[in-house]
């Protein structure tokens, strides 16, 4: 298995907290307020570039500290590089960026990739966690009414923390709302029907230490540690998918190269 890549992004951010000293609180709030964002229980290692492009966008354009809350950002992606929970240095990745013009924006839109493959299963997931999210409005309403309530508006903790909470829910139902436009459920017409694809159970043999893994192979948006739904985006989905039985893949860990073979894959 590789190394660390069960460690939750909630538990890497709170080890980072722990290793600051007092006066870099702010970086360690940074850290848990991405875990919330990407999924308290995801596998550090699964984040990806776009997952912090997308993130970072979330606040900066309108944050007046988009440039502190970017450094803490990145502050805690090298301490996860450093520590071995990630398998490359994202650093790079983190960018403040300004909003595009009109013109830029609509040319980045016709761009954009208009297809996100889902399995049906995947879909109604996201599907039920918009709804669950939308259900939230109302709650988050009265939190800001109640902050409001409370007096002066330039020194309100309760009103900044229910804007902060109002940014990020609007930023996922966003989110959500651009992958169901775009998905699509994968019936397999893009790759042979015994190929490892989006939607299929895949066994692996660990060729070193003969362990077998299975997992279902989902879409970056459906995976979720522990169950066994593996991201095609992951480095070991990436590195199977258009595979067959047989074939021989190279993952790259933290620890090393692993090697696999592929033993089973099931529609």
């Known amino acids: 298995m590789v190394a660390n890549s069960i ?5 890497v951010a709170r080890l980072f907290g722990q290793a600051l000293p ?4 702010l970086e360690g709030q940074e850290a848990l307020r991405f875990a919330r964002w990407f999924g308290d229980e995801r596998a ?6 776009s997952d912090l492009e997308s993130y970072v966008d979330t606040f900066g354009a309108t944050a007046p500290n988009a440039t502190e809350r970017a450094d803490a950002l990145k502050a805690f992606l090298a301490y996860a590089h450093k520590q071995n929970f990630m398998a490359e240095r994202m650093v790079s990745h983190v960018r403040v960026r300004r909003p595009a013009s009109r013109s830029r924006a609509a040319t980045l839109q016709r761009e954009t990739p ?3 493959r889902v399995t049906a299963e995947g879909l109604q997931m996201l ?6 999210l939308k259900g939230e409005r109302p709650r988050i309403a009265v939190e800001l009414r109640e902050a409001r309530a409370d007096g002066d508006i330039r020194e309100n903790a309760p009103l900044d923390a229910a804007r902060e909470a109002q940014g990020v829910l ?7 709302e651009g992958m169901l436009r775009m998905a699509v459920i994968d019936d397999g017409g893009q790759l042979s029907g015994d190929a490892c694809r989006v939607g299929c159970n895949v066994t692996l043999a660990n060729m070193a230490t ?8 989902v879409n970056a948006a459906e995976a979720r540690p522990g169950t066994g739904r593996l991201s095609v985006e992951s480095p070991v989905g990436q590195a199977v998918v258009g595979h067959r039985v047989g074939d021989e893949v190279s993952v790259t860990a933290p620890s090393g190269l692993v090697r696999f073979r592929i033993e089973k894959i099931e529609v």
Not at 127 to 132: I, R
Not at 170 to 175: D, K
Request: hydrophobic letters at 35%.
């Open 7 to 11: 460690s939750s992004i909630s538990d």
């Open 22 to 25: 007092p006066n870099k609180h």
């Open 44 to 49: 550090a290692i699964e984040v990806r570039p």
């Open 114 to 116: 208009r297809e996100m």
């Open 127 to 132: 599907e039920a966690e918009l709804e669950a």
């Open 170 to 176: 609007e930023a996922r139902i966003r989110e959500l």
């Open 210 to 217: 003969g362990a077998q893994l299975s997992y279902q192979l």
